[in-house]
Nanobody, 120 residues
Framework: QVQLVESGGGLVQPGDSLTLSCAVS??????VGWFRRAPGKEREFVGY???????NYADSVKGRFTISRDNAKNTVYLKMNSLIPEDTAVYYC????????????????WGQGTQVTVSP
């Protein structure tokens, strides 16, 4: 059974940093994606990391967010720097199944999400 558990969300101020974790069980050595859903908006792609630690990011977070992984721990991390209020959202990690890794439909198992709020 595939399970993903996110952690690390919270309330931070603009300019702060925050690191989210995603512990994956049941499907190791796979591409893991991060997505987010802001209030009143659709879920959107944030970035992904493949087994060889190759990464890809949405333009809105490129240069500020970094995804890394520890394969020994089956855990993927999302390091978020220079946070802005527009980053406020519920963040989800998911495991890639097939297809284009920037597309929500390419992922078949999702975590429960963790809230990140950026506010003065």
């Amino acid at each position: 059974q595939v399970q993903l558990v996110e952690s690390g969300g919270g309330l931070v101020q603009p300019g702060d940093s925050l690191t989210l974790s995603c512990a994956v069980s049941g499907r190791p050595f796979t591409t893991v994606g991060w997505f987010r859903r802001a209030p009143g908006k659709e879920r959107e792609f944030v970035g992904y990391i493949n087994y060889m630690s190759g990464t890809n990011y949405a333009d809105s977070v490129k240069g500020r967010f970094t995804i890394s992984r520890d394969n020994a721990k089956n855990t993927v991390y999302l390091k978020m720097n220079s946070l802005i209020p527009e980053d406020t959202a519920v963040y989800y990690c998911a495991v890639h199944f097939r297809g284009i890794a920037t597309m929500i439909g390419s992922y078949d198992y999702w975590g429960q999400g963790t809230q990140v709020t950026v506010s003065p």
